[in-house]
Structure formats: structure tokens, C-alpha cells
């Protein structure tokens, strides 16, 4: 397969994009198996020397229970099916700039950008009489920018037993990215450099898991079947370079640590008296702004101050390691229930309660506040009061683990032949609900930080009920 892309809008230079791919099968006796698949494509967001890539992957299938001596298996009903496979391969990603930079000078990262800085030679000095226009670099560009890529490994096994009763699989992978992007203002290249330095292909993420799948499906004699299917995914991740300033101290790294560690203020029970304010750390803004029953928050480096290097790994990150999915149902003359839940662990999430935000006269209850006498551990909230981000600690960060009732729907199929006198050929009434209910830990249903803000989090998930008819003609 050939393809070839051009794209212009407006006045902006074209866009270009050339890709070669191919695939080659064999099968033997549908018990071997073996694929290799090749890509070579080009893109006009990188330099001459870098623009073309290929990328080969192979994959290879072994059908067991199709070997002659499994035939007793099979003969006897327990062995449905039984393959294991294997496969690896390199994957390019060129979406190096946001889709809507696409049209812009960010995706001319390999070339220096200039700008027009009128007649001005010196400074602020612009002669009023000088006939020239300067220009100067307002983005250092890197020649050698090339694609990110991926070295995906998998291992296999899919299997059936008991004539259809039992069946799924179970997949073990591992991935290496590498020449991850990174951005200028996170390299480590020290302030006399004098500008912000360009991008560079220097980060490496190593990623690893498994998947595990079974569906369960029986029919009894009178008809009454009944099924379920359930699903587990793990998937973990590990930053091994992403050009980290070498003093900073490991937990400021990214590199090992996930994608998307969350980082909090680490707060250490409350100050109960005025003697703990004025003997705690003191923050760098707004410290004169604590007051009894405030998070004691810990100072992390110990250099005696509370500021933004005292932010440490706390808890997991903001995407799931592991999600979990199971349904389960019945079908019977003509009726169907079935019920869906989904769920996620080793997730921390952000769900922040504007109380008292700015000047607003609206408050949430969040649980119990401190008080002199009380058992409370969260600090007041105060109206209009402006303190330093270390206050909340981790007072916003939750164990974001669920389980949500997802769906579940039940339906009558009408048939007969009042049906087709009618013209018509099958009528289905359904009645189902989604989001129904959700257990957890969270103080509300948010899912994820999607939301306009990350600490405001997504809009609540909202309970739908419906009612109606399917009708085939």
C-alpha cells in the first residue's frame, strides 16, 4: 500500500506526508502461523537526514490443539482451542507538535525561528534615521529531531474448552519507548545557555503489564442460556531518562518514577496550637496567614523553609495501573437482562471544593473540620482569605478507586406472525439505566481530571434511564 498526503490552508506552507507498508502471511495446516508486517514512512516534520523511518514488526502463531495429538482432547469435548503467539515490533509517532500547531511554526522544530525586530540595532535604541530591519532568533531549532518510537513485545495465549463453555486469553507485554520528545524548558541546560534551549529526542519510558480475559457461556435444555464476561488489564510504567538536572535530588526526577506521578505537599497532622504555628516551618508566601488547626506540612528537604521543592511523589499517579471490566446476563423466550460494571485501582485523583473561593459565598462539606476540642483533621475553611498552596496538602488527593454499576438493560423480543400481518419483522421493548450506582471512596462520582480545570476535575457523571422500542421492518 502506497499513500501520499498534501494539505494546504491558507497562506501557511503545504503539509506532507508519504507512507510505504506492507504485509506478508503464511499459514501452514492452520497450525503455523507467521506474519511480517514493514512501514516506511516519511514526514515533513523532521529535517532532510531524518524524514523517512522504517518500522518492521513479525508475529508468530502456534495452533496446539490442531496438532494430531490433541485429538483426544477434542474428541472428548475439553479442548476447544489452544494457540499461543508472539509478536514484536518498532512503531514511529511524528505527532511531535498539538494538532493545532500543525498549521504553525511548531512544527518546523528542526529549523530556527526568526523574528522581526523593526529597526531597532541596540536594545532600545531604533535611529530614526536607520533604512535597516533586524531580525533575531526568538527559537532555536535542533536539526537531528526524529521520530519517537516504541519497541513493542507481546506473548499469547488464547483458549476454549468444554465445547464453548469456557474461552479467553491472556496477554503479556512489555514496551520500550525511546526518543521520547522533550521540551526545551525541561532539558537540563543550565540559565547561562541565555534562551530557551530547543527540543530533544532524550527521553525513555519502559512500560510492562498483562490482560486476562474469560467469557463463560452455558445453554441449558430448556433454553435458558446464560453467559458472562469478564476482563483485567495491569499496566505499569517506569521514566528511565528524561534529561534530569544530575544534582536534583531523586524524588524531583522524573526519571524513576510514572508517567504522571502525582507530586502534593505531604502534611503531617494539624497544628493544634499557636506555639506549633510559630515553631513550624515557615512557608514563602503568606506564612503570616496560619492559624491553629492548618495542616502541619512537612518540610521535605529539611532546609527550613516550605516551598515548591518540598512537593514529593505521593501515591500513584492520575491514570489507572489496573482497570477492570465484567458483564453478565441471561436470554430467555424472548427476554434479556444483562448488567455491566467497571472499575479501577492504584489511581489518585484531584477533586478540589472551592469553598470560600475568592470572595464566594459557597461552601461544601467535606467532612469534619478541626476544632480545639474536636477529633477533626481538616482546617477550616476561611471566607476571602488568601494562603499559600502548601495549605492543602493532601487534602484534595483521594484514593481514586471504583467500581461502577456501568449498565444494565432488560428487553422482551416480540415474535409471531401477528408480527409480519403488521409488517413487521422483530419488535424489541427495552428499559435500561446508566451509571446507576458506584462505590468508592471519593467524596463524588468524578471519574477524571477532564474537566476545565485538573483541580476542579470533570463534571459529575450523570444517572440516564431509557425507555423504548427497536423495530425491524
Given amino acids: 500500500m502506497f499513500s501520499r498526503l498534501k494539505e494546504a490552508q491558507g497562506s501557511v506552507f503545504p503539509i506532507y506526508r508519504e507512507d510505504w507498508v506492507f504485509r506478508a502471511t503464511y499459514n501452514y495446516a492452520m497450525r503455523y502461523f507467521f506474519e511480517a508486517n514493514g512501514a516506511y514512512n516519511g514526514s515533513e516534520k523532521f529535517g532532510p537526514n531524518y524524514r523517512f523511518a522504517f518500522f518492521p514488526s513479525l508475529s508468530a502463531g502456534w495452533m496446539i490443539s490442531e496438532e494430531p495429538f490433541m485429538n483426544f482432547f477434542k474428541e472428548k469435548k475439553i479442548l476447544d482451542m489452544l494457540k499461543i503467539r508472539a509478536s514484536w515490533g518498532r512503531v514511529g509517532d511524528d505527532s511531535v507538535v498539538a494538532n493545532w500547531q500543525r498549521f504553525t511554526a511548531g512544527r518546523f522544530l528542526y529549523k530556527d525561528q526568526w523574528q522581526n525586530t523593526g529597526n531597532a540595532i541596540m536594545g532600545t535604541v531604533s535611529p530614526d534615521n536607520s533604512p535597516y530591519t533586524f531580525w533575531s532568533i526568538s527559537t532555536l531549532g535542533n536539526p537531528n529531531i526524529s521520530w519517537e518510537t516504541v519497541e513493542k513485545r507481546n506473548l499469547g495465549l488464547d483458549y476454549a474448552f468444554f465445547n464453548g463453555l469456557v474461552a479467553g486469553s491472556v496477554d503479556i507485554f512489555n514496551d520500550t519507548r525511546s526518543d521520547i520528545l522533550v521540551d526545551g524548558g525541561s532539558r537540563a541546560v543550565p540559565s547561562y545557555f541565555g534562551t530557551t534551549p530547543p527540543r530533544a529526542n532524550l527521553g525513555k519510558v519502559n512500560s510492562h503489564g498483562y490482560e486476562l480475559e474469560m467469557r463463560l457461556n452455558y445453554v441449558f435444555a430448556n433454553g435458558l442460556r446464560l453467559w458472562a464476561n469478564g476482563s483485567m488489564t495491569h499496566a505499569v510504567n517506569e521514566v528511565k531518562f528524561k534529561d534530569d538536572a544530575p544534582l536534583l535530588p531523586d524524588y524531583q526526577k522524573s526519571a524513576g518514577h510514572t508517567i504522571d506521578q502525582v507530586y502534593s505537599y505531604i502534611d503531617h497532622g494539624n497544628l493544634a496550637t499557636w506555639d506549633d504555628v510559630i515553631g513550624s516551618s515557615a512557608w514563602t508566601t503568606n506564612n503570616n496567614n496560619k492559624l491553629p488547626g492548618d495542616y502541619n506540612i512537612i518540610d ?45 485501582n492504584n489511581v489518585t485523583r484531584e477533586v478540589n471544593f472551592p469553598t470560600f473561593r475568592s470572595t464566594a459565598h459557597v461552601a461544601y462539606v467535606e467532612g469534619e473540620y478541626w476544632t480545639p476540642d474536636g477529633s477533626g483533621v481538616l482546617p477550616t475553611p476561611r471566607w476571602g482569605t488568601t494562603v499559600d498552596a502548601a495549605a492543602s496538602g493532601t487534602r484534595y488527593w483521594y484514593d481514586g478507586s471504583y467500581v461502577r454499576l456501568k449498565n444494565v438493560e432488560l428487553s422482551y423480543t416480540f415474535k409471531g406472525e401477528w408480527l409480519k400481518k403488521l409488517g413487521v419483522n422483530t419488535a424489541r421493548l427495552y428499559l435500561n439505566g446508566d451509571n446507576l450506582y458506584m462505590w468508592t471512596t471519593m467524596p463524588d462520582d468524578r471519574e477524571s481530571n477532564t474537566g476545565y480545570s485538573s483541580s476542579d476535575g470533570a463534571y459529575p457523571t450523570v444517572r440516564r434511564f431509557n425507555i423504548g422500542i427497536d423495530i425491524t421492518l
Avoid at 489496573?322 to 479501577?344: D, H, I, M, P, R
Fill in 300 to 344: 521535605f528537604n529539611g532546609d527550613g523553609v516550605v516551598d515548591t521543592d518540598d512537593k514529593a511523589p505521593y501515591q500513584y499517579s492520575t491514570t489507572p495501573q489496573n482497570t477492570y471490566s465484567a458483564s453478565a446476563g441471561f436470554e430467555w423466550k424472548g427476554f434479556s437482562l444483562y448488567a455491566q460494571f467497571y472499575g479501577v
